[in-house]
């Protein structure tokens, strides 16, 4: 029997972390740590059996490409990877002729692309449920990924607190998302020219986001520390002044002394040792970014079988 045809209940997509109520968000988390704890023991779990994700790669990847692509095989299913540069996508065919033609193919789409509203785009024209594999404005897979990293670690992120330090991108953004949904703090500090848009900010409240101009202020007692790189894929063009603007904004020891003694490192990846991090922080023993890449497997087969199936037992 094939198995192309729609979910049955409404259609729904995660373009951005509040998409999601934050009972489904807690329902996925919990979802995958079933997951991941059938995939320890080599207990199949083929939910997704006959189902089809079609993967659009409009930039790099290693971890997103590779989690996505293992987990529908280890769910059952199967992949389609296209890339602008061999499909009709980098020869200008519209997006939403792409989403009409694809989603009348396939169970679940995954897109990675630029521009938030070129994936809404797609997500409107789509006939199946679509995932943000990254965007220039959010980043909710990895964000996912993080919280089920803490959870593990140290137990509810609730009321905890979340440094921020670096960039005001994409994963800046999703964090403060989350921060509102799941009620921690994120302390953000960002070089000058470089800081949170003061328009996607408006509303947010103290208890959710606290701005610091130093990062050692914003790293200050937290329970996590993280950060990314310089420059975001799409930015390249700025990468020199970058380099200069955030030379006081590389996560070292000092800085991980300041935050809580129990206090985790994080890093969505890939990282630049000597730029955004120093060495001995990425690979020393307050760093999970290893644990916090795998689960990305995990927490996308939830989120996957989610958005197909619904909910499960
Ligand atoms: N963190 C992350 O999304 O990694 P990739 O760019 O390798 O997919």
Redesign the pocket.
């Known amino acids: 029997m094939t198995t192309t045809a729609q979910p049955t209940g409404p259609l729904r997509h995660f373009l951005q972390f509040r998409d999601f109520t934050r009972d489904e968000i807690d329902y996925v988390l919990g979802r995958a740590r079933l997951i991941k704890d059938r995939f320890k023991r080599y207990e199949p779990h083929h939910t997704l059996h006959d189902r089809t994700l079609a993967m659009v790669f409009e ?9 996505f692509e293992a987990g529908m095989y280890q769910m059952g299913g199967s992949v389609i990877n296209l890339t602008a540069g061999d499909s009709q996508l980098g020869r200008s065919e519209p997006i939403e002729d792409t989403a009409r033609v694809v989603s009348r193919m396939v169970d679940l789409v995954m897109i ?1 692309t630029f521009e938030q509203t070129r994936l809404e785009r797609f997500a409107s024209h789509s006939r199946v449920p679509v995932i943000n ?2 965007t220039n404005e959010y ?1 909710p ?2 964000i996912l990924a993080d919280i089920f990293t803490f959870l593990e670690h140290r137990g509810p992120i609730q009321g905890r607190t979340v440094a921020w330090v670096g960039d005001a991108n994409n994963m800046a953004y999703t964090w403060l998302q989350a921060a509102e949904m799941l009620d921690f703090t994120v302390h953000v500090s960002c070089p000058a020219g470089y800081t949170l848009d003061a328009d996607r900010i408006q509303g947010i409240d103290a208890r959710h986001l606290k701005v610091f101009d130093r990062p050692e202020d914003a790293c200050r007692g937290a329970h996590l520390v993280t950060t990314d790189v310089w420059t975001s ?1 799409g930015y390249e063009d700025e990468n020199e002044a970058r380099r200069k603007a955030f030379a006081d904004w590389c996560v070292d020891a000092k800085m991980m002394a300041l935050a809580d003694k129990e206090a985790l490192f994080m890093h ?3 990282a630049h040792r000597g730029e955004e991090v120093t060495a001995d922080v990425i690979d020393g023993a307050q760093s999970v970014v290893w644990d916090e ?1 795998e689960n ?1 497997l995990h927490v996308q087969k939830a989120l996957m079988e989610f958005l197909v199936l619904g909910r499960q037992g």
């Open positions: 930039k790099a990847s290693t971890r997103t490409r590779v989690s990675r594999g990254l980043h897979c990895q894929m969505c990846l890939p890449a990305r």
